[in-house]
């Protein structure tokens, strides 16, 4: 069975700090997707990462993929308020169509 | 470029009673076309994808059905809903696997 887990499911933090949300996965997929959900929304694609190694960065979010360690990173720098939202790691599914998601990290930045 | 739509954005149905949600998508042709669904604070589960016009595969065994009339129409249907088909109803396309985007969604709340 595909297993894609997140950690941490719910971070706090204050404005202007860093941190990192982990995914690990159980497939041998070379790709990876972020999404970003708002409450009471659709989800948002943030970063598709393609092979192993890839970074990508948009404003203060960059995502990372080491295919080998099956693990990707999710880094926000200098958090701000607006960041605050649902983060979602997924995975292409054993059968080559849909995607598998993590559970997702409910992400609150507080002042 | 690309766009998904769905509709209803909200819909209250009684327990019971037949579902019809609608999804299409333009801009491209031949895609792959998705239903997932959120239940409330929880992942994403996939319920049915499709490769072509008529060809359905479904995931989780449920009262819900899925059909594909055309190349770029997805509905998602049910005879008689239950309480636990209350949800998030989230389209989705992709081709070449090359990102997923979703549709606005729909909100069912079965009472």
């Known amino acids: 069975e595909l297993k894609v887990e997140q950690n941490p499911l719910f971070l706090s933090m204050q404005e202007g700090k860093n941190y990192t949300i982990y995914c690990n996965y159980s497939t041998t997929s070379d790709r990876l997707y972020w999404y970003r959900q708002d409450p009471g929304k659709s989800l948002e694609s943030l970063f598709v990462l393609l092979s192993n190694g890839a970074v990508k960065q948009e404003g203060r979010l960059m995502a990372s993929l080491d295919t080998k360690a099956r693990l990707s990173t999710l880094h926000i720098t200098a958090a701000v308020h607006d960041l605050s939202a649902t983060y979602f790691c997924a995975v292409d599914s054993n059968s080559g169509y849909a995607l598998n998601f993590g559970k997702g990290t409910s992400l609150l930045v507080t002042p | 470029s690309q766009t998904i739509h769905q509709w209803p954005a909200t819909l209250v149905q009684p327990v019971g009673s037949p579902l019809s949600l609608e999804c299409t998508v333009e801009?491209?042709?031949?895609?792959?076309l998705y239903w997932y669904r959120q239940a409330a604070g929880r992942g994403l589960q996939l319920l049915f994808y499709?490769?072509?016009?008529?060809?359905i595969s479904s995931e989780v065994p449920q009262n819900l059905s899925a059909s594909r009339p055309q190349d770029r129409q997805f509905i998602l249907s049910s005879k008689k809903l239950l309480l636990s088909d209350s949800g998030f109803y989230l389209c989705?396309?992709?081709?070449?696997?090359?990102?997923?985007?979703f549709g606005s969604g729909t909100r069912l709340t079965v009472v």
């Open positions: 499709s490769v072509g016009i008529g060809q």
């Open positions: 989705a396309w992709e081709r070449d696997r090359i990102g997923y985007t």
């Open positions: 801009g491209t042709s031949n895609p792959n």
